[in-house]
């Protein structure tokens, strides 16, 4: 990239933002001048710890508390960055440290990331900070084609100005199978990913087990911890670390995802890292992402019993079992890797 140095940022506390981070920079730290920006702490495992990344204590979340006024440390990014000589400020998720960071590197280009584009709590502070953030970049990256258009027209963005991308992760080996007939829900647990629909369905197949998991946020709280008391759930209502959720995962047979709304799930990607079929309501970008019949089945929006069909379908498959698996982690590896999305994220950056 002719010395092009790129520096890939998030201050956010979520280890999948995290992850995206980490994993891109292993895939291009041999052929690209790069750097890491995140908060101190780290939670995810593949986190660096070379030269090359930097870790500043800054606030967890994209709202307002007493460290986003730590105008020394946004100084001293900013200072980090031009004595690097960055070129490429990429912003991985919201944050309102961002705001400043690009204030202050007016002449580095600045690419954020929008991954909701119609943030799912409809938080005024997220959306404001987010056009705020769309207004001051020179480039945005979305993670699905469905919403362009949307983006464009909320956040008054030129669609020249707009980069999809595929959603990434690391990936491990391909992990068979374990036939442990269990289905699993696992995220952050909130209203609209179909809590309501996860109990109906949950009550009308006591024959099948599920794991639970996830942090469920005060609205959800009580339909959550009434369904971790269902004999057939074993739940776990709070957030794991990675180590665990990998757990999770590898001893689950396929990953249900009932939700109303989406945008593009990371979930399913980490589905497919770990070589897990999904089985998720036809919802927001989700069908860029399942090949109904093959990485596991998409299911007509609200159509719960049909739902149930197939968790009931699923739960007898053996061989059937291999092949999705297997189709889901090859499916993963060759769209949703890190290596794999490395050269489109090299190429926007050429092209910038």
């Not at 119609?118 to 953030?133: E, N, R």
Request: aromatic content about 12%.
């Amino acid at each position: 990239m002719d010395n092009n140095k790129i520096a890939i940022i998030t201050f956010s506390d979520n280890v999948d933002h995290q992850n995206i981070v980490y994993s891109m920079y292993n895939s291009i730290k041999d052929k690209e001048d790069v750097i890491t920006i995140g908060r101190s702490n780290p939670k995810s495992l593949i986190a660096g710890s070379s030269e090359n990344n930097f870790y500043f204590d800054g606030p967890a979340r994209p709202g307002i508390e007493l460290k986003t006024f730590r105008l020394d440390i946004l100084f001293k990014i900013a200072r980090l960055i031009k004595k690097k000589d960055i070129k490429y400020l990429y912003f991985e998720s919201v944050h309102v440290w961002n705001i400043a960071i690009m204030l202050l590197c007016r002449k580095c280009t600045r690419i954020q990331v929008v991954h909701d584009v119609i943030p799912h709590d409809l938080s005024k502070a997220v959306i404001m900070c987010t056009k705020l953030l769309c207004r001051l970049s020179d480039h945005i990256v979305i993670h699905n084609n469905k919403y362009m258009d949307t983006l464009s027209e909320e956040y008054k963005v030129p669609k020249d100005k707009i980069t999809s991308l595929d959603l990434w992760r690391d990936f491990p080996s391909e992990s068979r199978p374990a036939h442990t007939g269990r289905f699993l829900y696992f995220g952050r647990i909130r209203k609209y990913k179909g809590l309501d629909t996860l109990e109906k369905i949950i009550r009308e197949t006591p024959e099948i087990s599920y794991y639970v998991v996830g942090s469920p946020d005060d609205e959800s709280r009580e339909i959550a911890e009434k369904i971790a008391g269902y004999d057939n759930v074993d739940a776990n209502l709070t957030e794991v670390p990675e180590k665990e959720m990998r757990w999770y995962f590898e001893n689950s047979d396929w990953i249900i995802l009932p939700y109303e709304s989406a945008t593009q799930s990371g979930v399913i990607i980490d589905a497919y890292k770990f070589s897990r079929p999904v089985i998720a309501f036809d919802v927001g970008a989700i069908s860029e992402q399942v090949r109904d019949g093959k990485t596991g089945f998409l299911i007509e929006h609200g159509n719960y019993r049909q739902f149930i069909e197939k968790i009931r379908l699923a739960s007898g498959m053996d061989d059937r079992l291999d092949e999705f698996s297997h189709a889901a982690y090859e499916v993963g590896f060759n769209k949703y890797s890190s290596d794999a999305v490395s050269v489109q994220f090299i190429e926007m950056l050429k092209g910038l």
